[in-house]
């Protein structure tokens, strides 16, 4: 079966512009994180979702960061007023929850943003 | 979650073991040991976690020292696809059986660049 699916890839954007990241999980996965990755360190935690609802957002940087997951499959990363510190690799990741699934996190190759 | 100290770099001669260690002295009892690994370009890819016994998959196998302070993991026959940073992760259990209520983030440190060469 496919994996999580990141996109797009790459996406290149201007200070102050809106954007918009899409993650497709693994199909029946209920959980699903967003983190991001600046270059040279390992990937930090944004927020996570048990279905709908965004179960710890407590990694989002500030306001202008927001996730949601409205049909509790995919998922929309949507970042305002960009600033170039913002530019990152965004990862999704997703998961099976309950007994037996261990947890396991998978990963998609990520969208890589570049704010100029 | 516990911190880990990792290694920065390590390197391997191909078809030889690599052996990565980690420690984690202030693991607590209901915290699990997971490894992940990211190779260039993609994103991280789950290897192997384990509680206090040694664990072994077809990717690798982990050896946790009997107090729990540290471990390590071994990629038998290493390839020169294993190039990849290693991330030794420690978190409470996430799953419901092990009385885990926690289905949250993984803490990522810096990692170990593993780099195998011919």
């Known amino acids: 079966g496919a994996g999580v699916s990141q996109t797009p890839s790459n996406k290149v954007t201007e200070k102050g512009k809106y954007v918009e990241l899409r993650c497709d999980p693994i199909?029946?996965?209920?959980?699903l994180y967003w983190y991001r990755q600046s270059l040279g360190q390992g990937p930090e935690f944004l927020i996570y979702?048990?279905?709908?609802?965004?179960?710890?957002d407590s990694g989002l940087p500030n306001d202008r960061f927001f996730a949601v997951r409205p049909e509790g499959s995919v998922s929309t990363l949507k970042i305002q007023r960009t600033e170039r510190g913002d530019s990152a690799v965004y990862l999704c990741?997703?998961?099976?929850?309950?007994?037996?699934?261990?947890?396991?996190?998978?990963f998609g190759a990520g969208t890589r943003l570049s704010v100029l | 979650d516990a911190k880990t100290t990792q290694p920065p770099s390590m390197d391997c001669a191909e078809g030889r073991a690599a052996n990565l260690p980690c420690n984690h002295s202030?693991?607590?009892?209901?915290?699990?040991v997971y490894w992940y690994r990211q190779i260039h370009s993609q994103g991280p890819q789950y290897i192997i976690h384990?509680?206090?016994n040694n664990e072994t998959n077809e990717m690798a196998s982990l050896i946790i020292t009997e107090d729990r302070k540290s471990s390590t993991l071994i990629l038998p026959h290493a390839t020169l696809r294993d190039t990849a940073v290693y991330y030794c992760?420690?978190?409470?259990?996430?799953?419901?059986?092990?009385?885990?209520?926690?289905?949250?983030?993984?803490?990522f440190g810096q990692g170990t660049i593993l780099t195998v060469h011919p």
């Open positions: 990741a997703s998961s099976l929850m309950g007994a037996g699934s261990k947890n396991i996190q998978y």
């Open positions: 199909s029946g996965h209920t959980a």
């Open positions: 979702f048990q279905g709908t609802g965004a179960a710890d």
């Open positions: 202030t693991i607590s009892g209901n915290e699990y």
């Open positions: 384990g509680l206090k």
């Open positions: 992760i420690v978190r409470v259990a996430p799953f419901p059986e092990a009385g885990g209520t926690s289905y949250g983030k993984l803490t």
